[in-house]
């Protein structure tokens, strides 16, 4: 897979996790606003295995987007509003 930021997959997945009680089923441990939701959940979204989600949702973590938190025995990842801000605001000034 290529390793690209832009990708209409993860687009969809941040748009998501916008409102992630909206978009993902309730969970058994960790609350999906404050913690986030797994890579089982956003795999089942997307309808690809655990290890393809897992793919896009540490691309996006190591460009800051998200931000993961330990449930348990699960990463969750959930949006990093801040930084989303601060990259369009780099695009809009012509970074």
């Known amino acids: ?17 916008k409102d992630p009680v909206a978009h993902f089923p309730e969970q ?20 690809v295995s655990r290890a393809v989600a897992g793919t896009h ?4 973590a190591d460009l800051g987007l998200l931000r993961t938190r330990r449930v348990r025995r699960r990463v969750h990842y959930r949006r990093d509003d801040i930084r989303i801000a601060e990259v369009a605001r780099m695009f809009e000034k012509g970074w």
């Not at 897979?1 to 996790?17: A, C, G, H, K």
């Not at 949702?57 to 996006?60: E, F, H, I, N, R």
């Open 1 to 17: 897979m290529p390793r690209t930021p832009v990708n209409v997959t993860r687009l969809n997945i941040l748009e998501w996790l």
């Open 28 to 47: 058994r441990h960790g609350d999906p606003v404050e913690d986030g939701v797994t890579a089982d959940a956003v795999a089942a979204k997307l309808g």
């Open 57 to 60: 949702l540490t691309l996006l």
